[in-house]
């Protein structure tokens, strides 16, 4: 019996296969989860080929959260579908590289600002407005972040994107705590997905972090940070809520890179 059986959780965002979100899938049913995932536009197509490594093939559910009409069906399509939802992970993101990125800090129109907060952060609450109405004590949302607590070289206004969710999150936790709701974040340290490979971040990042995480970081898994998401979206963390869960070998405790050599024995 996995510490899921018998939640509904809604994962949006999903578009690859080697995405978190995927990651986040497909270790919720395998910890005994019924889940439905949602997406919308182009983006559909590539959902629909990932879903279809997943066993049971889940549902689908077109979603823009910009959209106030799309937000508004939601309750009633996860009904439909699930009966209603104990767990949603948000894992949308959005900032045009071209616009606010790869040091355009300075420059960035406020209009693809705007478009970044909206999507990446506020949509955090959106999806709160539209869901938590249909949940019962012991929801928990789940939300992906990127080390916010810091400035990164070229990540720019994604990066402010993502330290307002950190604090969407927060308030969240303080609003949704009295009906029993939890909201969390996983902050993981950089995986190799589609969306990173749209950031325009200085070619040796990944490197440092290898090399400075003192538990070691695989950047070509999703399993660390989708088992933290499961864990957090389950019972055992029922006490748990406005949380940075990071999953990222360490890296955002150390200094600097730490020895790697054996314990000093007596």
Same mark, same amino acid.
């Given at each position: 019996?996995?510490?899921?059986?018998?939640?509904?959780?809604?994962?949006?965002?999903?578009? &690859?296969?080697?995405?978190?979100?995927?990651? =986040? *899938?497909?270790? &919720?049913?395998?910890?005994?989860?019924?889940?439905?995932?949602?997406?919308?536009?182009? &983006?559909?197509?590539?959902?629909?080929?990932? @879903?279809?490594?997943?066993?049971?093939?889940?549902?689908? =559910?077109?979603?823009? @959260?910009?959209?106030? +009409?799309?937000?508004?069906?939601?309750?009633?399509?996860?009904?439909?579908?699930?009966?209603?939802?104990?767990? @949603?992970?948000?894992? =949308? &993101?959005?900032?045009?590289?071209?616009?606010?990125?790869?040091?355009?800090?300075?420059?960035?129109?406020?209009?693809?600002?705007?478009?970044?907060?909206?999507?990446?952060?506020?949509?955090?609450? +959106?999806? #709160?407005?539209?869901?938590?109405?249909?949940?019962?004590?012991?929801?928990?949302?789940?939300?992906?972040?990127?080390?916010?607590?810091?400035?990164?070289?070229?990540?720019?206004?994604?990066?402010?994107?993502? #330290?307002?969710?950190?604090?969407?999150?927060?308030?969240? #936790?303080?609003?949704?705590?009295?009906?029993?709701?939890?909201?969390?974040?996983?902050?993981?340290?950089?995986?190799?997905?589609?969306?990173?490979? +749209?950031?325009?971040?200085?070619?040796?990042?990944?490197?440092?972090? @290898?090399?400075?995480?003192?538990?070691?970081?695989?950047?070509?898994?999703?399993?660390?940070?989708?088992?933290?998401?499961?864990?957090?979206?389950?019972?055992?963390?029922?006490?748990?809520?406005?949380? =940075?869960?990071?999953?990222?070998?360490?890296?955002?405790?150390?200094?600097?890179?730490?020895?790697?050599?054996?314990?000093?024995? *007596?």
């Amino acid at each position: 019996m996995g510490i899921l059986e018998g939640k509904r959780v809604l994962v949006t965002g999903l578009t &690859a296969h080697n995405s978190i979100a995927f990651g =986040i *899938a497909d270790q &919720a049913q395998r910890e005994g989860a019924k889940i439905v995932v949602s997406n919308f536009g182009r &983006a559909m197509r590539m959902t629909r080929r990932s @879903v279809a490594k997943l066993d049971p093939v889940p549902d689908i =559910i077109e979603l823009d @959260v910009t959209n106030e +009409a799309d937000l508004a069906r939601l309750p009633d399509e996860l009904m439909d579908k699930l009966g209603g939802v104990d767990g @949603v992970v948000h894992s =949308i &993101a959005f900032a045009d590289p071209v616009k606010t990125m790869g040091g355009r800090f300075l420059s960035a129109p406020w209009e693809a600002v705007a478009q970044s907060l909206q999507i990446s952060s506020y949509s955090l609450a +959106a999806l #709160a407005r539209a869901c938590a109405p249909i949940m019962e004590p012991g929801g928990a949302f789940v939300a992906l972040s990127f080390q916010a607590n810091v400035s990164w070289p070229s990540y720019d206004w994604m990066g402010v994107s993502k #330290a307002s969710l950190e604090a969407v999150s927060r308030y969240l #936790a303080r609003y949704l705590g009295p009906m029993g709701i939890r909201s969390n974040i996983v902050s993981a340290g950089p995986i190799n997905t589609l969306s990173k490979k +749209a950031i325009p971040i200085i070619s040796d990042e990944e490197e440092q972090w @290898v090399a400075r995480a003192p538990l070691r970081w695989d950047p070509n898994s999703t399993r660390a940070a989708a088992l933290a998401a499961c864990a957090l979206l389950s019972d055992y963390f029922g006490s748990t809520t406005g949380e =940075i869960v990071h999953v990222d070998g360490g890296f955002h405790s150390t200094g600097i890179k730490p020895v790697r050599s054996n314990l000093i024995k *007596a």
